[in-house]
């Protein structure tokens, strides 16, 4: 699915899924971005993984030190690059999420928005230690994947995505309970609480699970005080 986003869903045509989002996923949206927003401050250096054309990075500049922003796809970041370019405290980096560069501790909150944990199609618990690696002590990880209760506004707006040929044309036998299926080999599953719990077991982490809107489910990771910077074990 990473080869997925890289190669058929990235830069304009990545953006352009977001310019058909039906105005209650336009809301999700909004909502996800006011709940990464309301852990920043002025001094924050924040991390956000898969951060596509920028979408995320242009509302939380506004609010943070330093943003950085890394993604797989050149094309992505390339646009990104356009998207962004009236700020001076954003940093573009071509990275894989699960085996980042950064030093430990060089960063205050990494994030994750909209499924990503899904889209990134690597192991939540190595997504979730690496994230962890390069937050300070006192910093949280913030992982989000849709509620339940959101399906039918997910699926319109798949369709909307499919329709104008953005993804494969979706298979409706197989799409169902939280997972979109499309004949192109596209694939997007809902990681559920428990799932998310368990994949952060045994990492030394608090760990918290919160709704937001009745659309995000985040799951909110912090380095346990007892433990250094790095010290997540996989």
Known sequence: MADYYTEK???????????????RVSRYLAAEIDHVRSHCGPRTRLLELGCGYGRVLAELAQDCAEVIGVDTSYSSLREARRFLGSFHNVGLVQ????????????????????????AFRRSPRILFAEALRVVTPGGVCLFSTYTPAFWPERLEWF????????LGRIDEERTGDGVIVCRDGFRAVT???AELRA???????????????????????????NSTAGSAEL
């Open 199 to 225: 994949a952060a077991a045994g990492l030394s982490v608090e760990v918290s699970i919160r709704t937001v809107d009745d659309s995000s489910l985040f799951i909110e990771l912090r380095p346990d005080s």
């Open 95 to 118: 990275q894989d999420a699960a085996r980042l560069a950064f030093t430990n501790a060089a960063f205050d909150v990494a994030c994750c928005a909209q499924n990503g944990v899904s």
């Open 191 to 193: 990681p559920s609480a």
């Open 9 to 23: 869903l990235s830069a304009a045509r990545l953006r352009r899924c977001y310019e058909l989002a039906p105005p």
């Open 159 to 166: 369709r909307r995505q499919s329709a104008e040929g953005l």
